[in-house]
């Protein structure tokens, strides 16, 4: 039954529910929408960081299998000719090596 001052009062719903089974069932809802958002969250971080750990892996395995494909090609094209701009920078830094 709403109370006299109808449906939601200070927008916490019907006061004579509270310690009812549908109050109870309301808590549950909102405890399992509060844990699937932080799961949600959490699984969304998690990604990222196995995204971050595997482009740094996979960006050093670049540099170890192709190191010797820019030792020849540098040494069969003239200076300059290999020069991509922004797109090979994985070329400048196998020049650290």
Known sequence: MPSADGP????????????????????????AREMARFIHHYSR???????????GNMGSTFHSRFAWVITVARAEYPEGA????????????????
Not at 8 to 29: C, K, Q, W, Y
């Open 45 to 55: 971080w998690t990604a990222h960081k196995e995204s971050t750990n595997l482009e």
């Open 82 to 97: 290999l020069d991509f701009g922004n797109g090979g920078a994985f070329m400048h830094a196998l020049n650290d090596d």
């Open 8 to 31: 939601f009062v200070s927008g916490r719903g019907d006061p004579n529910t509270f310690g009812t089974s549908l109050h109870i069932a309301r808590m549950e809802r909102r405890k």
